[in-house]
Nanobody
Framework: QGQLVESGGGLVQAGGSLRLSCAAS????????MGWFRQAPGKEREFVAA???????????FYADFAKGRFTISRDDVKNTVSLQMNSLKPEDTAVYSC???????????????????WGQGTQVTVSS
């Protein structure tokens, strides 16, 4: 299954943009759903966005309400990467963002953490006001 490594986090002003990237240190993404979750200090992990497996021209996406219209998840199964483009960032978006790979072959996008079995260590996103 390999491991997932996130990058692209950092400090940004409110209204700014960041693009997070998730890459596999081993294994492949193509047959798995991929998701992004976030967790702020003192808060529980929450779903951000997910994308289904890439087969058959796939790529069905699903977003948390707070992410709709601002965030875009995409995948490149040739490069084995998944990205999260984050626009119009708000201070409330401050959190550690983690990439996750689905636990099932030919999986569909899911909002449930239990549908994922491989997690990255996370990348910090801080949005200042």
């Amino acid at each position: 299954q390999g491991q997932l490594v996130e990058s692209g986090g950092g400090l940004v002003q409110a209204g700014g943009s960041l693009r997070l990237s998730c890459a596999a240190s081993g294994g492949t993404f193509s047959n798995y759903a991929m998701g992004w979750f976030r967790q702020a200090p003192g808060k529980e992990r929450e779903f951000v966005a997910a994308i289904s497996w890439g087969g058959w021209g796939g790529g069905r996406t699903f977003y948390a309400d707070f992410a709709k219209g601002r965030f875009t998840i995409s995948r490149d199964d040739v490069k084995n990467t998944v990205s999260l483009q984050m626009n119009s960032l708000k201070p409330e978006d401050t959190a550690v963002y983690s990439c996750a790979r689905g636990g099932y072959l030919v999986g569909t996008a899911s909002i449930h953490p239990y549908d994922y079995n491989t997690w990255g260590q996370g990348t910090q996103v801080t949005v200042s006001s």
